[in-house]
C-alpha cells in the first residue's frame, strides 16, 4: 500500500505515538544552492530516528559523490533501524525541503512504498511551536524490512544520452540558471559548466515556497509553462549537480500529476567530469 508523497506537520503530531510510523532525519551536512539553516542546538522531532543519509545510505565506494547504495546496505541498515516491513516511513530535514525528496527517492528505489515527506520538515515544525528533543531515538529491536532494487526509477548516463536525441523524456536540470548557463563555475574541481544540450532549467526552489512545496495547482501549472504542453503523461528525467535537489523536482513533479519521473543519479558530477559526453552553454 503506497502513502501520500507529502504529509503535514498536523498529520505527524497526530500520529506520532502510531507504532507504525517511523520519523526519520535525513538532514545533511552541507546544503548546495541556497543559504542554509543553522541551529545552535540539537532539535529532533520527537521519536526520530537518523537516517544518516550521507554515510549509511550512500555508497561510499563510488567514485561519484551521494551515490544510491546496493539494496544489501540499505536493508542492512533499515533493519539497524528496526524499521519493519510495514512501517509507514516519514522523512524529513532540517532545510523545510533539500533532502528529504533524496530519502524518500532512494527508499521508493528500493522498493519502499510506505514512504512519505513531511512538508516544510523541522522549520515548520518548530514554526508551529511544537516539541523537540536533543537526542535521536535508537532501535529496540531489530527489523525485517527488506530493499529490491527498483530499476526503472532511475536513469544512467546512456539512457540521458539517448534522451539528447528524443522527444522524451524531457530533460530537467535543478540547479542554478548560472551553473545551468555555464557562467558559474562548478563546485566540485574537474567539472566542465554548462548542461546537456537541450535540458531545461528549473532551480530546485522555485518549486517551494517558504520551506514547503508550492501547491499541486501551482507546481502543475509551473511544470507546464516550463515543458509547453498541458498534458502530464509526458516522461521527465531529473538531473542535478550530485543528484541530491533533482529528487526536490521529482517529488514536485509527481505531486503536479507527472507519473513518468525518473532521476539521474549521475547527474553532473558524473556527466559534467567526462569529456566524451557532450555540454552546452547559455540558455
Known amino acids: 500500500m503506497a502513502e501520500p508523497i507529502c504529509v503535514t506537520t498536523q498529520w505527524l503530531a497526530e500520529h506520532l505515538d502510531d507504532p507504525r510510523v517511523k520519523v526519520v532525519d535525513a538532514s545533511m551536512a552541507k546544503v548546495v544552492g541556497r543559504e542554509p539553516l543553522t541551529y545552535a542546538n540539537p532539535m529532533v522531532i520527537p521519536g526520530a530516528y537518523d537516517l544518516a543519509l550521507e554515510t549509511q545510505l550512500t555508497d561510499n565506494t563510488a567514485a561519484l559523490p551521494n551515490s544510491l547504495p546496493p539494496a544489501s546496505q540499505v536493508t542492512t541498515w533499515l533493519r539497524q533501524l528496526g524499521v519493519q516491513q510495514e512501517d509507514h516511513l516519514v522523512v524529513y530535514d532540517?532545510?523545510?525541503?533539500?533532502?528529504a525528496p533524496r530519502a524518500w527517492f532512494l527508499l521508493q528505489a528500493m522498493g519502499l512504498p510506505r514512504v512519505s515527506i513531511l512538508d516544510g520538515g523541522l522549520p515548520q515544525w518548530l514554526a508551529e511551536g511544537r516539541p523537540t528533543l536533543e537526542h535521536y531515538a535508537e532501535a529496540g529491536q531489530t527489523g525485517d524490512v527488506t530493499a529490491h532494487w527498483q530499476a526503472d526509477k532511475v536513469a544512467t548516463w546512456q539512457q540521458v544520452y539517448a534522451a539528447l536525441s528524443q522527444a522524451e523524456p524531457v530533460i530537467i536540470d535543478a540547479r542554478s540558471a548560472e551553473r545551468f548557463a555555464g557562467t558559474k563555475a562548478?563546485?566540485?574541481?574537474?567539472?566542465?559548466?554548462?548542461?546537456?544540450?537541450?535540458?531545461?532549467n528549473l532551480p530546485f526552489a522555485e518549486v517551494l515556497e517558504g520551506h514547503r512545496f508550492r501547491s499541486a495547482t501551482a507546481l502543475r501549472d509551473q511544470f507546464q509553462q516550463l515543458l509547453g504542453r498541458t498534458n502530464t503523461d509526458v516522461r521527465l528525467l531529473m538531473t542535478c549537480g550530485s543528484g541530491i535537489t533533482a529528487c526536490v523536482l521529482a517529488v514536485a513533479a509527481q505531486l503536479a500529476g507527472y507519473a513518468q519521473v525518473q532521476v539521474y543519479d549521475g547527474s553532473w558530477s558524473e556527466w559534467g567530469g567526462r569529456s566524451d559526453l557532450p555540454c552546452q552553454t547559455g540558455v
Open 186 to 200: 562548478e563546485p566540485r574541481a574537474g567539472m566542465r559548466a554548462g548542461h546537456m544540450p537541450g535540458a531545461c
Open 94 to 99: 532540517n532545510q523545510g525541503i533539500y533532502s
